[in-house]
């Protein structure tokens, strides 16, 4: 009921005499993968129109302010984001979310993750008794080859996203790590650089398979020191996808994804058999520090209500 409150007033301030204009959207999705992991989302989305002009770069402008709330099996999760559309080729973002969690035997949704005096590392917290949040703000640029040659067989699409995020759990410290939703545990308060480059290609006239698409993306923490333990090197993910519409309501991703991840001289070495050496106890291999592994395949399933 808060949001359907929000949305007159942001239709009045953004875009007076537009809001007969403005499209809502209801979804729902479910993500799983062979981690194995899995996700719900409910999301909800408005665009509104603002900025238009009568030229092709100009007249599908607008803003989507979109609202979501997620579960996992061991996290609650809430996140809003707003995208400003001035051109066809360009997008502004701004965003964040908030999540808390528990630790069952899946994982742990929020939790500290502590050296301990033996050189091993040990998760502690309680269930919602901290939380993690995220703010950010981002652009992209976005290019469509059938803009410049129509046709049905042109739609080959070109997207560059840059952001700069601020990650933070509320019970941690300055310096020490900590999880979320079963990560590695690697984390810690500061900002964060992420880059996102994708090339899709949507098919046409087809049934069922509407896109294809590869993506390559960066993660790089921006708060951390040279280590021998690697974490000023960057995180990359290499993501390929296919997107299925099954009905007008009803659509499947196919997802599979390689991470290129550090090599450890000791990363299978335990502390008298019981737990894995403390992430930042491990040593880079000299000669080989980084190599590119299989991560997941995963599926995303969603189903537009509205």
Not at 43 to 66: C, D, H, K, Y
Not at 144 to 169: K, S, T
Not at 219 to 232: C, H, M, N, S
Not at 260 to 273: E, Q
């Amino acid at each position: 009921m808060k949001r359907c409150r929000i949305l007159p007033v942001l239709v009045l301030v953004l875009a007076p005499g537009l809001s007969a204009q403005v499209e809502g959207s209801t979804n729902l999705s479910l993500t799983v993968s062979s981690l194995p992991e899995a996700m719900f989302t409910a999301a909800q989305s408005f665009t509104i129109p603002m900025l238009r002009g009568e030229g092709f770069l100009t007249r599908g402008n607008n803003l989507r302010v979109s609202f979501s709330a997620s579960a996992t099996p061991v996290s609650l999760k809430g996140a809003g984001e707003l995208v400003l559309s001035p051109a066809a080729f360009a997008q502004i973002l701004g965003g964040g979310f908030i999540s808390g969690g528990w630790t069952m035997p899946l994982g742990t949704g929020v939790g500290l993750n502590l050296p301990q005096a033996d050189g091993s590392g040990r998760i502690e917290g309680g269930a919602f008794d901290a939380a993690v949040w995220k703010a950010y703000g981002g652009a992209a640029l976005q290019f469509d080859l059938a803009a410049l040659f129509p046709g049905a067989w042109n739609h080959v699409q070109l997207r560059v996203y840059q952001e700069i995020g601020y990650y933070a759990h509320t019970g941690a410290a300055e310096g020490v790590s900590w999880v979320f939703e079963n990560d590695s545990g690697e984390n810690r308060n500061g900002f964060k650089y992420r880059a996102n480059y994708t090339l899709a290609y949507e098919m046409p006239d087809s049934p069922v398979l509407r896109t294809l698409a590869l993506q390559a993306e960066l993660y790089r923490k921006l708060y951390v020191e040279t280590g021998a333990f690697g974490d000023d090197l960057p995180y990359w993910t290499f993501t390929g996808l296919a997107n299925f519409q099954i009905s007008r309501r009803f659509s499947l991703a196919a997802i599979v994804q390689l991470s290129l991840d550090r090599n450890f001289s000791d990363w299978r070495y335990r502390i008298d058999k019981r737990e894995d050496r403390y992430y930042q106890y491990r040593d880079l291999l000299e000669d080989k520090p980084l190599s590119l592994n299989f991560y997941r395949f995963a599926g995303v399933f969603s189903f537009k209500l509205f």
